[in-house]
């Protein structure tokens, strides 16, 4: 090999090297940003289980206004922004090369992590959007009232709503039977923990990952409700979803429990900045 072609291969290696950390960068920012939402969306919850919401919604918005009220807590919204930004641009990557594993690179695969990008940027824009001062039109709980209505206003909209409905539902037994199956170790660098952190992020990804199902399922149950009935106030966000475990049988007692679940998935979330392979 001559020199020119030894440089040339030093200098894709170094490229190579630069993106690598550049993606590895922006998918642990990402998941630590995750989990201060979740972590705080679960507080404002167990807040509204034992009767003390400040005012405060359990969801997205909530969280962000929680952050707001802060010290420094423009400069944290931006920050939660940005980490956000790096969870999309992460999955963006992994859509267009694939992720870390041996299936890392089929087509479903990577079809999911389009999905998770288009969601992951939606919500850093909405983030992005309130940290420059826009606050939102409302609710999530009116912002999926909204949106299931117009959904039911065009033809075929009892069924769109009822198939999106669900598809919340499949996909919140799935997450929660994954995490009970620890179907994650796969994506963790479980040489690096020790056995007491292994059983603390087993603790928090198998309760984290089942109450965070239920939300989702929970929601699902909500919109097929709204299309059965042909009513879009029927629809819930996270908040109304979360609220209405509290009116089960088990009461406020449930809610609590669901809380705790989703604190617990955003210290799964920081465990997955530290240990996931990128």
Request: with cysteine; net charge positive.
């Amino acid at each position: 090999m001559n020199a020119g072609a030894a440089v040339r291969d030093g200098e894709i290696g170094a490229r190579r090297a630069a993106t690598g950390s550049a993606r590895e960068g922006a998918a642990r920012a990402g998941l630590a940003a995750r989990g201060v939402i979740y972590v705080l969306v679960g507080l404002l919850a167990l807040r509204i289980a034992f009767g003390d919401s400040g005012g405060r919604q359990a969801d997205r918005g909530g969280a962000l206004q929680e952050i707001a009220t802060k010290p420094f807590g423009a400069v944290l919204l931006w920050a939660l922004g940005a980490g956000l930004v790096g969870m999309a641009l992460w999955r963006l990557s992994e859509a267009a090369f694939g992720s870390a594993g041996e299936d890392g690179g089929k087509a479903g695969k990577r079809l999911a992590a389009a999905g998770r990008c288009v969601f992951y940027a939606f919500v850093a824009y909405s983030v992005l959007a309130f940290a420059a001062g826009a606050r939102g039109s409302g609710s999530g709980d009116r912002q999926s009232r909204d949106v299931t209505a117009k959904a039911l206003g065009i033809p075929g909209g009892q069924w769109i709503v009822g198939a999106a409905g669900a598809g919340l539902v499949v996909a919140g037994v799935w997450i929660a039977a994954r995490a009970v199956m620890r179907k994650y170790h796969k994506h963790l660098k479980l040489g690096e923990m020790s056995r007491r952190v292994r059983r603390t992020v087993d603790t928090a990804g198998v309760g984290g990952g089942a109450a965070r199902g239920a939300v989702f399922a929970g929601a699902g149950v909500f919109a097929v409700r709204a299309a059965v009935k042909y009513q879009p106030d029927q629809a819930k966000g996270m908040d109304g979803t979360l609220r209405s475990f509290a009116g089960t049988p088990m009461g406020p007692w449930l809610l609590a429990c669901v809380a705790a679940g989703l604190v617990l998935f955003g210290l799964f979330s920081f465990a997955m900045a530290r240990w996931r392979k990128v």
